[in-house]
């Protein structure tokens, strides 16, 4: 049986409850889309190792509405992917002030969350968490 909960699809098995993860999937292509970066090279982490990412360097956003929405975005998805919530919770600290080194970050998250926008997550029903 599939009901829809909170948009999340849930299945109910015999010994399993799944988190089917189709509202990530809708959710994470319209991100890409809705930025151009559907059709981009994919990244393999979710940061760049190499970034230093600083309050101080870097120019100045000219509108900085947008990299605040984008980072607002990427908050949501934190809920299923869980490997992205260091990169945005660290993204988030520059929303009063953010520069171009900052949105390059972003920028760099969206490549890497087109790898796999839609794998969903099962638990055993018995499992205590």
Known sequence: MLNNH???AKADMKHEIGYDQRQRHYTTLQLLEDTGFLGCKLAQLPMDPKARLSSFEGTLLDDASLYRKLVGRL?????????IMFVVHKLSQFIAQPRQPHLDAVHHLLKYLKKAPGQGLIFDASSSF
């Not at 908050?75 to 490997?83: K, Q, R, S």
């Open 75 to 83: 908050l949501y998805l934190t809920v299923t992917w869980l490997d």
């Open 6 to 8: 909170l948009n999340v």
